[in-house]
């Protein structure tokens, strides 16, 4: 589950604290690291991305909820095919063999903003690529 909500800085600690533990994505700022130490205390898993991996996510208007939507749904992905052994992706199963997880995220994220935008520039519907056995 993703949720995307707008805090402001007094809003932080109470909105988290209502919520069960679970993985939080923190854009590298100023007050990042003392952020992520509140959070950590409440039992959440906290990860600081530098902002050179999360500003060329771009999905429709650029901002930063946008950004960490789409590299979420990355994750999710880079999750769920290191289940499946990546067996329908082996484009990504490369990528994650020689990247970090995170830098393969955002990888993942861009190709899929650029997939949507070609398919919503020209028309056209999006078909499977086919699997080339080497």
Known sequence: MVIRRQLRRRNVVPFFRKLSPCLVGVEA????????????????????????????????????????????????????????????????????????SKVAAVALANKNARTAWALLATGETYRQPELVMA
């Open 29 to 100: 700022c100023a007050t990042s690291h003392h952020r992520a130490h509140e959070l950590l205390a409440l039992g959440h898993r906290v990860r600081i991305m530098t902002a050179n991996y999360v500003k060329p996510c771009v999905k429709r208007n650029k901002n930063d909820a946008a950004d960490a939507e789409a590299i979420a749904g990355a994750m999710s992905v880079i999750r769920h095919g290191r289940k499946t052994n990546f067996e329908k992706n082996p484009w990504l199963a490369d990528l994650v063999r020689c990247k970090p």
